[in-house]
């Protein structure tokens, strides 16, 4: 065994950070191992991106999230959690992709391997998957779809000026992208295959677009599906019949789907129709005692129904857990001291 703790925290995001400082709170160690880098979902958000929460809202280990603004930004985020994971003297290793868990004779094993190294294992008592979302895209599954211009995630609209932009998809990733794209002086069109933009389009972006669209500045293809992608061009299947676009830059918004890999490999149950790991809401627990879930993973394919605000709270629930199910937390933590 090349490492031995008490907690495997498989995810650095926000939800994951806030489950590995409960754990230690409680007084047992805990270990993250992240397959990019710290809050990687968040790094991967628009680079202008403005919170919709307040800052107090995505706090996490009880540390004050403290800015100048009404919201933060994404800037602002990553900052914060950096420090977060700094004052906690918490332990990520980060560009370490979780390959494979197993159970063992006192717990699980971990099998990972760090960016272009060989694999190495990790003992650990009990396990948290606070995986999220975003490595995870929901794919076309069209010809074209792996080609360079084509990508799954919307950075900034500069790469675009003057060029021809596709955007795929009608929520609120995609109405934002659009707006962006228009301002930094790209020719954008959506393509949707509903009627119109979807009604969980935020508020305040929905008529900005709507205004747009009406004003001519971005045009829009609804009830249309993309059928394939060619290096300058997409192919639609519209109620009118096949239209081809010209497309410099694709982008493919359209949502994503949970990892359920890990879950599945250890045994754990996850209901087919929903995507919800089975587990117990007052404990996060799944199936397989000793293997929790944190985050939005807990959401199943509704990635809606769980946030940073509401997720960040999980790892309190798994920390009383593990202190019910294992008996003197001070004498572990004692017993491993000098990690």
Request: aromatic fraction near 8%.
């Amino acid at each position: 065994m090349d490492f031995e703790t008490d907690v495997v925290v498989v995810g650095a995001g926000p939800c994951g950070l806030a489950a590995a400082i409960a754990i230690e709170r409680a007084g047992w160690r805990a270990l993250i191992i992240e397959a990019s880098c710290v809050v990687s979902s968040i790094a991967g958000y628009p680079t202008y991106l403005t919170f919709f929460s307040t800052a107090e809202r995505i706090e996490i280990g009880g540390m004050p999230f403290v800015i100048a603004t009404e919201k933060p930004t994404r800037r602002d985020a990553l900052a914060y959690y950096r420090e977060v994971v700094e004052r906690h003297g918490l332990i990520v290793r980060q560009y370490e992709r979780v390959e494979h868990l197993e159970t063992a004779r006192e717990g699980f094993i971990v099998h990972s391997r760090p960016r272009g190294q060989e694999v190495r294992t990790t003992r650990a008592r009990a396990i948290v998957i606070a995986t999220g979302y975003f490595d995870s895209p929901n794919y076309l599954g069209v010809p074209g779809e792996d080609l360079p211009h084509v990508t799954h995630r919307y950075r900034e609209g500069h790469e675009a000026f003057m060029r021809d932009a596709i955007v795929v998809g009608g929520k609120n990733s995609a109405a934002e992208a659009a707006l962006d794209l228009y301002r930094s002086g790209a020719r954008v069109t959506m393509v949707y295959h509903g009627e119109g933009l979807s009604p969980s389009v935020k508020p305040w972006v929905a008529p900005d677009l709507q205004n747009r669209i009406t004003e001519g500045h971005i045009a829009t293809r609804w009830r249309s599906r993309v059928v394939a992608i060619e290096p300058a061009a997409v192919v639609l299947d519209t109620p009118h019949g096949a239209e081809r676009l010209a497309a410099d830059h694709v982008y493919l918004l359209t949502g994503y789907t949970p990892e359920h890999e890990l879950l599945h490999a250890i045994g754990a149950t996850v209901e087919r129709a929903t995507g919800i790991p089975v587990h117990d809401p007052a404990t996060m627990e799944t199936d397989v005692p000793g293997v929790f879930i944190a985050g939005v993973i807990s959401a199943g394919n509704d990635a809606n129904k769980v946030f940073i605000e509401n997720g960040r709270g999980h790892g309190e629930l798994i920390a009383r857990r593990l202190t019910a199910m294992w008996s003197d937390p001070a004498a572990s933590h004692e017993a491993h001291a000098g990690r």
